[in-house]
């Protein structure tokens, strides 16, 4: 799919489609203090509602709890990112 139309949609309703099962990847985009993890490509495992953030296993090892808006989802053929823009409270 061009990327030009690729359907830009909340990353937090793609995690109630069951984002689990479709298994994604990700990159970190964004992030204002931790700026050492923009362009990182990982996996979001699961959601925590309490801290609203996902927890990314990061393809390189370790995990970060990363924001909705700060990632950029890969489904293979379709890139999705949220369109609600990063603040300093990023991680």
């Known amino acids: 799919m ?3 139309l690729a359907a830009r949609v909340s990353v937090k309703a793609a995690a109630r489609l069951q984002m689990q099962s479709l298994r994604p990847h990700c990159q ?3 992030l204002v203090k ?6 990182k490509k990982g996996s979001p495992q699961t959601w ?8 990314v296993a990061l393809a390189g090892g ?3 709890g990363v924001k909705p808006e700060n990632m950029l989802l890969d489904f293979g053929d379709l890139r ?3 369109e609600s ?5 990023d991680l």
């Open 48 to 55: 925590s509602e309490e801290k609203g953030r996902f927890d």
């Open 62 to 64: 370790g995990r970060v």
């Open 85 to 89: 823009e990063s603040s300093d409270d």
């Open 34 to 39: 931790r700026t050492d993890l923009n362009g």
């Open 28 to 30: 970190i985009v964004g």
């Open 80 to 82: 999705i990112q949220s």
């Open 2 to 4: 061009d990327e030009q």
